[in-house]
């Protein structure tokens, strides 16, 4: 893959060096767009590398991280935080609905919400712990049967539900367009979908299409292989 930096994991100085060229990248990206880089938040995307990584980034100025699963975060998060109070950490994993109140304590964005059982579970969960992240509803804008997401169909009448059935309040919607075709026709989808709900924030874009996703108008994008470098595969 030519957007995977060589395994950066445990060299503090290459993670520095490949969230400079990210920053710059979005930049550009940003330039070409018309559009503010300060609009534009970068997740960097630190599942499967250690704490030593995450350590890296943030003495490098980074203050936003995503995680796909709970216990992992749960494992690397939560010892970071007295120490740097600026992290942020988003969930961007599938979440059973049984690890709702692991995930509303460690996370501050849940990016993931996809079925009304969870929708259910997270304001269960909010209610008990006496917190909210932020929420935004993942659509599956390709309709894959194998991927998390709400279908494309249903996206309208999930949001509705959301705020009128669970008392939810989602600030934005995130989508993984399908492996293979173009990225771009799925984060238009995702924007208009977004601005017919009002919603400001639209997570979308990893290393290998984040520039089409702010062309497309993403506020966030979600990058770890660029940062990180390659992961082992599961
Ligand atoms: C792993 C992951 C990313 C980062 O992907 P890269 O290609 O490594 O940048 C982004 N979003 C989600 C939901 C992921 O699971």
């Given amino acids: 893959m030519t957007d995977a930096a060589p395994d950066a994991s445990s060299d503090p100085e290459a993670i520095a060096r490949n969230l400079a ?3 710059a990248r979005i930049a550009e990206a940003c330039a070409r767009a018309g559009r503010d ?3 534009v938040t970068l997740v960097a995307v630190s599942k ?3 704490a030593e ?3 890296a980034a943030l003495a490098a100025g980074q203050a936003v991280f995503g995680e796909n699963r709970v216990q992992e975060a749960m494992a690397k998060f939560p010892p970071l935080r007295p120490a740097h109070p600026q992290l942020r950490l988003h969930l961007i994993g599938a979440l059973q609905t049984n ?3 692991e995930a509303v304590r460690v996370a501050d964005v849940i990016e993931s919400l996809d079925r009304p059982k969870l929708a259910a579970a997270l304001a269960d969960a909010m209610a008990k712990e006496g ?3 932020a929420l935004l509803v993942q659509v599956n804008t390709g309709d894959e049967p194998q991927k998390a997401g709400v279908p494309r169909a249903e996206a309208d009448a999930f949001l509705r539900a959301c ?3 669970h008392g939810l309040e989602i600030t934005g919607l995130m989508c993984i367009p399908p492996v293979e075709g173009d990225p771009r026709p799925h984060f238009a989808w995702l924007a208009g979908l977004a601005a017919r709900h009002g919603l400001r924030t639209l997570s979308m874009g990893m290393s290998g299409d984040f520039e089409a996703a702010i062309a497309e108008g993403a506020t966030h994008v979600r990058i ?3 940062i990180f470098g390659s992961r082992p595969k599961p």
């Fill in 21 to 23: 060229a990210v920053k």
């Fill in 37 to 39: 880089p300060g609009t």
């Fill in 48 to 50: 499967t590398h250690p």
């Fill in 53 to 55: 990584a995450v350590l």
């Fill in 99 to 101: 690890k709702a109140r």
């Fill in 131 to 133: 917190r909210r992240p």
């Fill in 163 to 165: 705020r009128d059935d």
């Fill in 224 to 226: 770890g292989t660029a």
